[in-house]
Each structure stands twice: as C-alpha cells, then as structure tokens.
C-alpha cells in the first residue's frame, strides 16, 4: 500500500505501528498510529486500492472497514447500506448513502491527513484529524474521531463532522438511512 503525502513525523511513527498492545489510556503514538490506520483504510487518495479492483469508493465491504470499527458500529453500517440499497430500489434514486459511507464530512479527495489533539475521555477518545484537499493545498478540514476499545485495541466508533459542535455524525446519518 503506497501513502501520499503522510507527513514526516507521521511516517516515523509508523516504524512501531502495531508492535505495542493499547494502553489503558489512548496514547500520542496510539492516536497518530489509528489515524495513519484509519486513513490508509478508509479516505480516499491517502489509501492506495487497485483500482481494477470493483465497487465503490469509499470501501463499503465488511472485510475492509470491520478491523477498523467497533462490531457495534459495523452492524450499525451493515444495517444502513441493506436499507439504503432497499430504498434506492424503492424510489429508482440516490438515497443518503448513495455515495457510500461518509468517513470524512467533505465529499472531496483528502490528498493529506494527520492526527491532531486527542479530547474526550480515557474510555471514548477523540482525535481531531485534519485533512487537506488533494487538488487545494491551501484547504483544510477537521474531523474527529470517537475511539472505543475492543479486544484490548481502540476501534472507530462514531465520527463528528467538521465545526458543527458534534451536531453532525456518522452514527447519526446512518440511523437517518435506516429510517428513510
């Protein structure tokens, strides 16, 4: 897998990735090692797929996203891509996950993305990860990152959207896609 435009202090931190267990409490070196996992997974550009590959982008396939997020929020977009799917037949249109599943709150191509100040609390972590444009340098976005621990390693559990003061979140638009 070949990542663009990780920064250096990134990269360095990624030499440990994965040779420590999780602590009790989510680390510096965790928070930069998830948000490097959770990017060269799951946002595009920054993740390198063959793209002979089939399906969408971003990657709606359980054996893509599952080691990534809680079982919890897994059935939860499992749930939302069948009802969605359902619905889009329904109508003969887009429904809320037409585009697939919204890991960031901009729809453009992050060409950059690095982990920022960790808040929240010891057993829900929140990473700020900030991402820049691929085709604007000059344009940034925040996001952030609800951690939660499963099987002694953190996991993605929710994401709050840009600014928006956690009005905006992942968990949220998939539970709107179930009820549409």
Known sequence: MILRSIPIATAAILAGFGANASSEVLTEREAADFVHRFCATLVPIVADYDPNTPGIWP??????IEPVVTPELADLIEDALVRNSAFEAE???KGALGDGVPWTSSSD???ECMAGTISGTPERPEIEVHYRYADAPDGTWTDRLILARFEQEWRLDDIE????????QLRTLLTEAIEQ
């Not at 959207?161 to 905006?168: E, I, L, V």
């Open 59 to 64: 990657p709606d396939d359980p054996a893509v």
């Open 91 to 93: 109508i003969g249109g």
């Open 161 to 168: 959207y840009g600014d928006d003061d956690g009005k905006a």
């Open 109 to 111: 191509a992050a060409g």
